[in-house]
Structures are given as structure tokens and as C-alpha cells.
């Protein structure tokens, strides 16, 4: 019996080297990972300005200290990006694991605690970056500190790029580096924000992976109608023109479409939902179901609404400076956020159809993000990064998702790159608070992030370590 027991113990062993090989001490990794995104949140790099040159710094230094060498690239000397490689032995394309070190601004007094003091309190880590996206970033450098100290063998390079200014001023980073240093950051897989892991009744239910995200392509709409005294009325009036065609804006129910990504994501949602729910799910694109369906989407879940098509919303009005003056001109801003296969400019003649009224002008935005095509849920990275999801929660439905914001990865998209969005494990109750992303108190759980650091390095190792 001792020898039977003997030879369980010894193949088990091996078994479990087998689907691990390198036997990381999770707990102290967790606590060093911890420590790492502490740091960074406590460095001010609110966009704008960014100083995001300072981040630089702290991620150089780290890396230094381990043995990897890293470059910055700036256009401006404050707002540099880095770049680290681990190198492989080339039998396959490079990773390139991405990240950006700025973050939008934060109002102090809204906050429990100041926004840069990294706060740890009951499990949670508070900050500005928290989840957007110095978690990224501290996975990123997380990962590449745990290839050098194992001296992992690969087939490929990692690449860790810690790009500035996604919050609003690609030009100084992504734009940059893919218009003038893409020969450091080419890469045939990109991993980046921009997945959403939902956690219900204390487990993972589903881990939603981006392949695909809409376009931000705003326009202003501006009035022009006749000034005049307030206490006569006039047809011309510049608010009641705006105001009217804001309305119509605001109700017009654009054309549902799906792509590979939303449709597969429907599907799969449908198999793991209430009947009612599930039959909805099954229709999204069945036109004598569609308004009844997009009526509760918009009510329950607009998310749903929104990746069902390009959609539009008024979010900043502006018009007259007294409250006695009819002002010649107002304005008012419409958050159009298309498909990635939307027609721009036919789009804006639908617009310009439904709001009918020579007297307004639309005047696009400048295009910052370009068009790119979703990457494949057919390939080797999308296989890895299900297998490895359902390897940590076997209980979750592995979603491919569609962002209806915007990431740094539509440019690298654009240029051919596979481009995939992760995220930290979220329960209902969280993604429903105002703790999240841009919000007030943004905070991430420990055990979530550890976890993404966990993900990130366990996928890594997958695709990349030499067998």
C-alpha cells in the first residue's frame, strides 16, 4: 500500500507539472503584483497632461532591475512610450502585450480618499487606473518580470508596449509608435484591455473577450436661425431649430446588424439563459421580433442596444448667453458610435435625411480612430485564451464581445494585427456601481487582478513557451 500510494503521489506530481510547468507561488507573485499596480496608481498621469514619461520611469526601473532592457520613444519629452522584449527563438510571430499609462482626470472631493493614494481597504484597491488601465499595465510588467526570473524558453518575442495618451491624445502614443516605430511593436497577436469577466453568485459566468470595437465617429450639429429680443417669438429661432433636430436624432432607430462577433455572442449567451431571455438572444436579428427586443434592450440592458447596432447620442447642448437674447446660432454634440463596418459618410446622409432641416449643418469630428475589421474567433489565440478561461473557471461561457467604447487597438488592428481585449473578473453588483472605470472610487479587487495576472501569464506560456 505504501508504494502504491508512493507511485499516486509521484504521478500526480508529474501530472501537475505536466499542465503547469513552471510552479509559481501565487501568493507572493499576488503580493509583489499588488504591490507593482499600488505604485503606479500612485503616480499622477491624469490625461491631460499625462506625464505619462513618469510611469516610464517606474516600469524601466523594474525592468532594469530584473535584467530586461526596454526603450522609450517620445514625441513629447513628458509623455514617452516603452517598449520591452523578451526575446524567442523566432520559429513563430511575436505577442505584443499592451497597456497605456494614462488615465482620465479625477474630482478629488468625490472620492473616499485621494485618487492617487492607492488606497487597500477591505479587498479592494482604490484609484484613478485602477481598472483603466494600470491593471494592464502591472500585468504586462508582471508577466515579463516572471518569463526573465524562470528563464522561460520561447518560440516567440513578448513584446510589453506602455503606450501614452489613449484617453483622448493617440497622436503621442499609438499613433506614434504605428506610424513611426511599428518595426518594434509588429506583432501577430496584440492583448490589450477591453474584456469584461462577469462574476454572478461568486463565481465566473462569463469571461468576454474583445475582438471588436465601434467607431467613434461624433458630429456637432449647429443652428443658425435670426437673433432677437426675448420677448418676441420668432419661426427662427436658433434653439427651437436645434432642439428639433436633437429630438429626432436622439428617436431614430438606426438598422440592426450583427457581425461574427455579436452574432456568436448572442448565440452563446442564448445557451446559458432563461428561456424568455434566450429567445430574444435567438432574434436579435428577425425583423418581425426587432422593435420589441431593442425596446428591452434599451430598458434592461443597453449594451445590448448599443452593439446591435451604430447608434447615436446627444450628449452636449449649447445655445445663447441670456436668458432675454434669441441667440443667431446653437450647438449640439451627437456621440455616434458606428459599426465597425459602417460607411461614414452614407451614414451621415442618413443623418442628414432624418433630421430634415437645411438650417442645420453637420460637422463631423476629426477621425482619431480608424476602421478595422474584428479579429478571427477562429485561430490560435482565441483557442488559447478559451482553453485557458475554462481551465480557471470551468463553470464560465467564453463570449467573444464587442467594445462600444474605443481602445488603442484599432490601430494596430488596422494594420493586420489579431488584437484581443481582457479584463479582471467583475461581479453584477460591481459592473452596476459607480466603482468602475471613469467613475468615482474606481477600484479593482485584489483577487480579481491577481487572477489577470494569473490569465495573462498562464496564456502567455500556452502559445508562446517552447514544448
Same mark, same amino acid.
Request: net charge negative; glycine share 6%; charged share 25%.
Given at each position: 500500500?505504501?508504494?502504491?500510494?508512493?507511485?499516486?503521489?509521484?504521478?500526480?506530481?508529474?501530472?501537475?507539472?505536466?499542465?503547469?510547468?513552471?510552479?509559481?507561488?501565487?501568493?507572493?507573485?499576488?503580493?509583489?503584483?499588488?504591490?507593482?499596480?499600488?505604485?503606479?496608481?500612485?503616480?499622477?498621469?491624469?490625461?491631460?497632461?499625462?506625464?505619462?514619461?513618469?510611469?516610464?520611469?517606474?516600469?524601466?526601473?523594474?525592468?532594469?532591475?530584473?535584467?530586461?532592457?526596454?526603450?522609450?520613444?517620445?514625441?513629447?519629452?513628458?509623455?514617452?512610450?516603452?517598449?520591452?522584449?523578451?526575446?524567442?527563438?523566432?520559429?513563430?510571430?511575436?505577442?505584443?502585450?499592451?497597456?497605456?499609462?494614462?488615465?482620465?482626470?479625477?474630482?478629488?472631493?468625490?472620492?473616499?480618499?485621494?485618487?492617487?493614494?492607492?488606497?487597500?481597504?477591505?479587498?479592494?484597491?482604490?484609484?484613478?487606473?485602477?481598472?483603466?488601465?494600470?491593471?494592464?499595465?502591472?500585468?504586462?510588467?508582471?508577466?515579463?518580470?516572471?518569463?526573465?526570473?524562470?528563464?522561460?524558453?520561447?518560440?516567440?518575442?513578448?513584446?510589453?508596449?506602455?503606450?501614452?495618451?489613449?484617453?483622448?491624445?493617440?497622436?503621442?502614443?499609438?499613433?506614434?509608435?504605428?506610424?513611426?516605430?511599428?518595426?518594434?511593436?509588429?506583432?501577430?497577436?496584440?492583448?490589450?484591455?477591453?474584456?469584461?469577466?462577469?462574476?454572478?453568485?461568486?463565481?465566473?459566468?462569463?469571461?468576454?473577450?474583445?475582438?471588436?470595437?465601434?467607431?467613434?465617429?461624433?458630429?456637432?450639429?449647429?443652428?443658425?436661425?435670426?437673433?432677437?429680443?426675448?420677448?418676441?417669438?420668432?419661426?427662427?429661432?436658433?434653439?427651437?431649430?436645434?432642439?428639433?433636430?436633437?429630438?429626432?436624432?436622439?428617436?431614430?432607430?438606426?438598422?440592426?446588424?450583427?457581425?461574427?462577433?455579436?452574432?456568436?455572442?448572442?448565440?452563446?449567451?442564448?445557451?446559458?439563459?432563461?428561456?424568455?431571455?434566450?429567445?430574444?438572444?435567438?432574434?436579435?436579428?428577425?425583423?418581425?421580433?426587432?422593435?420589441?427586443?431593442?425596446?428591452?434592450?434599451?430598458?434592461?440592458?443597453?449594451? +445590448?442596444?448599443?452593439?446591435? !447596432?451604430? %447608434?447615436? $447620442?446627444?450628449? @452636449?447642448?449649447?445655445?445663447?448667453?441670456?436668458? /432675454? *437674447? #434669441?441667440?443667431?446660432?446653437?450647438?449640439?454634440?451627437?456621440?455616434?458610435?458606428?459599426?465597425?463596418?459602417?460607411?461614414?459618410?452614407?451614414?451621415?446622409?442618413?443623418?442628414?435625411?432624418?433630421?430634415?432641416?437645411?438650417?442645420?449643418?453637420?460637422?463631423?469630428?476629426?477621425?482619431?480612430?480608424?476602421?478595422?475589421?474584428?479579429?478571427?474567433?477562429?485561430?490560435?489565440?482565441?483557442?488559447?485564451?478559451?482553453?485557458?478561461?475554462?481551465?480557471?473557471?470551468?463553470?464560465?461561457?467564453?463570449?467573444?464581445?464587442?467594445?462600444?467604447?474605443?481602445?488603442?487597438?484599432?490601430?494596430?488592428?488596422?494594420?493586420?494585427?489579431?488584437?484581443?481585449?481582457?479584463?479582471?473578473?467583475?461581479?453584477?453588483?460591481?459592473?452596476?456601481?459607480?466603482?468602475?472605470? +471613469?467613475?468615482?472610487?474606481? !477600484?479593482? %479587487?485584489? $483577487?480579481?487582478? @491577481?487572477?489577470?495576472?494569473?490569465?495573462?501569464? /498562464? *496564456? #502567455?506560456?500556452?502559445?508562446?513557451?517552447?514544448?
Amino acid at each position: 500500500m505504501r508504494l502504491l500510494s508512493a507511485l499516486f503521489l509521484m504521478f500526480s506530481t508529474v501530472s501537475a507539472y505536466a499542465q503547469q510547468p513552471y510552479l509559481i507561488d501565487w501568493q507572493e507573485v499576488g503580493k509583489e503584483s499588488v504591490d507593482h499596480l499600488v505604485n503606479l496608481v500612485r503616480i499622477d498621469s491624469s490625461n491631460p497632461p499625462g506625464n505619462e514619461t513618469d510611469v516610464v520611469r517606474y516600469l524601466e526601473a523594474e525592468l532594469a532591475a530584473a535584467g530586461i532592457h526596454s526603450e522609450t520613444f517620445a514625441l513629447e519629452e513628458t509623455r514617452a512610450n516603452l517598449v520591452a522584449r523578451i526575446k524567442g527563438n523566432g520559429s513563430k510571430r511575436p505577442i505584443l502585450i499592451m497597456a497605456h499609462t494614462d488615465v482620465v482626470g479625477a474630482q478629488a472631493d468625490k472620492w473616499y480618499a485621494d485618487p492617487f493614494s492607492g488606497l487597500r481597504s477591505e479587498g479592494f484597491i482604490y484609484g484613478r487606473g485602477t481598472l483603466d488601465d494600470k491593471d494592464n499595465v502591472a500585468a504586462g510588467l508582471m508577466v515579463m518580470l516572471l518569463l526573465k526570473r524562470y528563464g522561460v524558453e520561447l518560440d516567440r518575442d513578448i513584446i510589453f508596449l506602455a503606450e501614452s495618451g489613449e484617453e483622448g491624445t493617440p497622436e503621442v502614443g499609438i499613433n506614434f509608435m504605428v506610424e513611426h516605430h511599428f518595426d518594434v511593436i509588429d506583432a501577430e497577436y496584440c492583448l490589450a484591455e477591453g474584456g469584461q469577466n462577469v462574476i454572478e453568485n461568486g463565481r465566473v459566468k462569463t469571461v468576454g473577450i474583445e475582438t471588436t470595437e465601434k467607431m467613434p465617429r461624433r458630429v456637432t450639429l449647429v443652428a443658425r436661425g435670426t437673433p432677437g429680443h426675448g420677448s418676441k417669438p420668432t419661426r427662427e429661432n436658433a434653439v427651437v431649430i436645434l432642439a428639433s433636430a436633437v429630438a429626432k436624432a436622439g428617436a431614430w432607430q438606426t438598422e440592426v446588424r450583427l457581425n461574427e462577433t455579436t452574432r456568436t455572442y448572442f448565440q452563446r449567451l442564448a445557451e446559458i439563459s432563461t428561456p424568455e431571455d434566450a429567445f430574444r438572444y435567438n432574434n436579435v436579428e428577425n425583423a418581425e421580433e426587432s422593435d420589441a427586443i431593442q425596446r428591452h434592450f434599451i430598458d434592461s440592458f443597453p449594451y +445590448h442596444y448599443s452593439i446591435s !447596432r451604430t %447608434s447615436v $447620442a446627444p450628449t @452636449v447642448l449649447d445655445g445663447g448667453f441670456r436668458k /432675454n *437674447v #434669441i441667440p443667431s446660432e446653437a450647438s449640439a454634440i451627437l456621440d455616434i458610435r458606428m459599426l465597425p463596418d459602417e460607411d461614414v459618410a452614407e451614414f451621415y446622409a442618413k443623418l442628414a435625411a432624418v433630421i430634415d432641416d437645411p438650417r442645420i449643418e453637420i460637422i463631423p469630428e476629426h477621425i482619431y480612430r480608424p476602421a478595422a475589421p474584428p479579429s478571427d474567433i477562429d485561430n490560435e489565440m482565441f483557442r488559447t485564451l478559451e482553453r485557458v478561461a475554462k481551465q480557471m473557471y470551468p463553470d464560465a461561457t467564453v463570449l467573444p464581445i464587442m467594445a462600444t467604447g474605443a481602445t488603442d487597438m484599432a490601430q494596430v488592428r488596422a494594420k493586420g494585427m489579431q488584437a484581443y481585449g481582457i479584463a479582471p473578473a467583475r461581479s453584477v453588483e460591481e459592473l452596476n456601481s459607480g466603482f468602475g472605470a +471613469h467613475g468615482d472610487n474606481e !477600484r479593482i %479587487s485584489e $483577487a480579481a487582478f @491577481v487572477d489577470l495576472v494569473k490569465y495573462l501569464w /498562464n *496564456v #502567455i506560456i500556452e502559445i508562446s513557451a517552447t514544448q
